[in-house]
């Protein structure tokens, strides 16, 4: 069974950064597309970044391109979303995603970790 843990969360102010980091186990992580996700309060998740397992390719939500950079280092089975130019909007709990490349169905998730943006 994947297990997914996150951290780097925390309080930041406007125009600040943070950097998340997911570690993971339990699976073969090179195998895995990986993605963050976040969720508002009362809102469904959404997918604000994804990777590929080879790291090759990478997609974003609009609203974040430019300021926020997945990336992921096989070598330590573990995925970072670096976040720039942070905005009160992008407060939210964040969530690591890991989804099988051979069967999308196979995915795990972590517990999250809360971005506060303010001043």
């Known amino acids: 069974q994947g297990r997914l843990v996150e951290s780097g969360g925390g309080l930041v102010q406007p125009g600040g950064s943070l950097r998340l980091s997911c570690a993971t186990s339990?699976?073969?992580?090179?195998?895995?597309?990986m993605s963050w996700y976040r969720q508002f309060p009362g809102k469904e998740r959404e997918l604000v970044a994804s990777i590929s397992s080879n790291g090759g390719s990478t997609n974003y939500l609009d609203s974040v391109k430019g300021r926020f950079t997945i990336s992921r280092d096989n070598a330590k089975n573990t995925v970072y979303l670096q976040m720039n130019s942070l905005r009160p909007e992008d407060a939210a709990t964040y969530y690591c995603?890991?989804?099988?490349?051979?069967?999308?169905?196979?995915?795990?998730w972590g517990q999250g970790t809360q971005v506060t943006v303010s001043s």
């Open positions: 995603n890991a989804r099988y490349k051979y069967n999308t169905n196979i995915a795990y």
């Open positions: 339990g699976f073969t992580f090179s195998n895995y597309q």
